[in-house]
């Protein structure tokens, strides 16, 4: 099934850099878009450049395919996954909300357009510690990605205790369940609590 997927994406991707190319190669000049794929595009070929190849090289249509995939995956899709859980535990924290609500208010207005105003005025995402804070809690409760290593021969992992673990022909995870809702690290940790990302040192969050 993976394969299979895999196989459908690479085709939609590559059909859908084709059509960009040809748009892009008659009128580059004059391309505003944002688009990752034609970022990607300009990036290979310079829209100044007089006679662009009639179609994209093999090896870089594989490559960028590659990477537009990637793109989707780890941006797109943490991303809008994050998003979901905020709302989710916004929803069920009706007090937490309500300061998200008001820290809004106080620095976009209740009749302004946020997102507009931060394309003119960037800075102002560096005035909601509170927002910053439930994102912050939301990736505690729910991590948006996993990470994994290679383990090489000779080298150990250790426990608390100072146990060695040889790492050699295993894959290694990091145990972020585990990790996040430990009593040892975080207090109440199956609580919903942004502002233990706002207290000072030493406080009891």
């Given amino acids: 099934m993976e394969w299979s997927n895999g196989r459908k994406m690479d085709a939609y991707i590559s059909a859908e850099l084709g059509r960009r190319y040809g748009e892009y190669k008659?009128?580059?000049?004059?391309?505003?878009?944002?688009?990752?794929?034609?970022?990607?595009?300009?990036?290979?070929?310079?829209?100044?450049?007089?006679?662009?190849?009639e179609k994209l090289d093999p090896d870089f249509k594989v490559f960028a395919t590659r990477q537009i995939r990637l793109f989707v995956f780890s941006g797109h899709d943490s991303l809008s996954s994050t998003i979901c859980y905020?709302?989710?535990?916004?929803?069920k924290n009706v007090e937490a909300m309500r300061k998200a609500i008001e820290e809004h208010d106080l620095v976009f207005g209740r009749q302004v357009d946020g997102s507009e105003l931060l394309k003119t005025k960037p800075h102002l995402a560096n005035d909601l510690p509170y927002t910053t804070a439930v994102i912050?809690?939301?990736?505690?409760?729910?991590?948006?990605?996993?990470?994994?290593?290679?383990?090489?021969?000779?080298?150990?992992?250790?426990d608390e205790q100072?146990?060695?673990?040889?790492?050699?022909?295993?894959?290694?995870?990091?145990?972020?369940?585990?990790?996040?809702?430990?009593?040892?690290?975080?207090?109440r940790p199956e609580e919903f609590l942004p502002e233990r990302w706002l207290v000072d040192p030493g406080h009891e969050l």
């Fill in 162 to 187: 100072g146990t060695a673990c040889p790492a050699n022909h295993t894959v290694c995870f990091t145990d972020r369940v585990g990790m996040h809702y430990a009593p040892k690290y975080w207090v």
């Fill in 26 to 53: 008659a009128d580059s000049k004059d391309s505003r878009s944002k688009a990752i794929i034609d970022f990607i595009l300009q990036t290979e070929i310079a829209p100044d450049v007089d006679v662009k190849p």
């Fill in 136 to 158: 912050k809690e939301t990736l505690r409760h729910f991590h948006a990605a996993s990470s994994s290593r290679q383990g090489y021969t000779g080298v150990n992992l250790y």
């Fill in 86 to 91: 905020i709302y989710h535990l916004l929803s």
